[in-house]
């Protein structure tokens, strides 16, 4: 069982890194079990919003709310346990190769206990455990992974361990940065549709960053469009339009020309 899913408020946030922004002046709700897909061209601030959603990223204006609670304006120990209500996917994925699923996976509680109690599943699971982790494998297709090392794994299969690492946290909310950039078409689908199953099966809140947009117009139920820091179309799929698309992903250079 998943802890409940969770839901995000961004009211005027800017992020500013020196003299540039990565985000202007947005404003956001993601509602507790929805599935949004942050697209925009690179450098358009996808990730940084995602960043901003849990707690990594902070505003240098304006507020992010997670259940109505600033995460950035959090004592330590309440964002640690915000976190693990937060599963993240890294571009990177942030796997240890040379560990085997199981401990990858195990990994996914490391947040809720202690360092060294954290430690203990990863040296000896108990049966239990590895159960529990076996049933979440068998579910995205890789159970016969089980003990394998990471780095003997496929793209698409490394790609299902971090997703397995995260329903083993029981977070409530899954962050997803680019989920799909080292995978080929075919696999991207198949990884695509089975994230957004797990979402619909568990009740999760999803937020992807994606840069196919083409799978995300085809099956990403909330598309919000970034482009220079700015939310430039927030929209249901079925009425993003060609138009949207055009003006997101224009060169700079076209703007001035058009
Ligand atoms: P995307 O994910 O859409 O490619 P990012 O959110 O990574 O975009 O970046 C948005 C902008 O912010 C880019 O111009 C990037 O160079 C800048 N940026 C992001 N993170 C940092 C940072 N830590 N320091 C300085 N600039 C950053």
């Given at each position: 069982m998943s802890s409940p899913a969770t839901g995000f408020c961004l009211r005027g946030v800017c992020v500013e890194y020196g003299a540039s922004?990565?985000?202007?002046?947005v404003d956001l709700e993601i509602e507790p079990g929805e599935v949004v897909a942050f697209v925009g061209p690179?450098?358009?601030g996808k990730s940084t919003a995602l960043g901003l959603c849990n707690g990594m990223v902070c505003p240098t204006s304006g507020t992010v709310r997670l259940d109505g609670e600033d995460l950035c304006g959090l004592p330590a120990a309440r964002l640690r346990a915000l976190r693990s209500r937060i599963g993240l996917i890294p571009q990177e994925l942030g796997l240890v190769g040379n560990l085997r699923v199981s401990q990858n996976v195990l990994a996914g509680r490391l947040g809720r206990r202690g360092a060294l109690a954290g430690l203990r599943p990863l040296i000896h699971a108990r049966r239990g455990e590895l159960t529990e982790v076996l049933e979440i494998l068998d579910r995205l297709g890789i159970g016969e992974k089980l003990f394998h090392r990471v780095d003997t794994l496929s793209g698409g299969e490394r790609q299902r361990v971090a997703i397995a690492r995260a329903l083993y946290q029981e977070a409530g909310v899954l962050l997803a940065d680019e989920p799909l950039s080292a995978l080929d078409p075919a696999r991207a689908r198949e990884t695509l549709t089975l994230l957004l199953a797990v979402a619909r099966e568990e009740g999760l809140t999803l937020i992807l960053s994606l840069h196919d947009i083409d799978l995300a117009r085809e099956l990403v139920g909330r598309l919000v469009g970034l482009r220079a820091g700015r939310v430039v179309f927030d929209r249901r799929r079925e009425d993003v339009t060609d138009d949207d698309l055009r003006h997101l992903y224009q060169l700079e250079g076209d703007e001035r020309v058009g």
């Open positions: 922004a990565a985000l202007r002046e690179s450098g358009a």
